[in-house]
């Protein structure tokens, strides 16, 4: 009985997310702004395009997934341009109960980690205030995640998915500037599990190396960077490297 309690839960709180995305308009926040995403949707919507020399801060796919919803209607609808988003944390709470099943084996506790990742509050957040990147990184870096774990769990050696972790990755960049932090590790651990099951390198081997090469471009990183320099420079006075002599 208590898996359909966690369903009935999931249910409740998906329903509740899509009624309040369908009565509220887009709310005046950073998402709303005319130089990023949801302003700029709504330029599109209303015009067809961006007009000439229009200036933008942000990745457009975010943009794009807001006109989608224009593309079916007679004109721009603030509250339907969410849709993407409820969709979004659909997708979100879908690949955590698909992929928890897969590797766990367990119904139950599936269901339950499902609820978890719907209750996340500020997921819920972004879905009631649409406009905002954060969800769909986040979406893509679980989604990521749940590839690597296919790879290290799911005993496929003949063909194993390498790339679907990367696809994943990719949409973590392509959704904000941030993202593309995201996508090195997950290539470092899609490498690291191709080292091992290729060519049957020892994992601390592997992990040894990385960690000595990670090191390196830290120091170097370090060593290099304006602000860093400048931050010793102004904040921590350390006069005797920097003074000219």
Known sequence: WYEWLFILLIFIKLALSLYGVLINPVMDSDAASPFRWMGLAKVIGENGMLPEGTQYYDRLMPVLLAVWTRMFLPRWYDSLAGIPWFLTYLSFVGIAFVASRALLKNRPLSLALAYFFSSVPLAVVHVMRPGYADLLVAYFFLAAVSGIAFLYFENRPEHPPYLLPFIFAGGCFLSKTEGLMIFPWVALVV???????????????????????????????????????????????????????
């Open 191 to 245: 490498l690291s599990y191709f080292l091992n099951a290729r060519y049957q390198i020892p994992w601390k081997k592997i992990l040894t190396a990385e960690a000595i090469g990670i090191g390196v471009l830290y120091v170097v990183y370090f060593l290099t960077a304006d602000w860093v320099l400048q931050h010793f420079k102004l904040e921590l006075r350390i006069g005797f490297i920097f003074t000219k002599r």
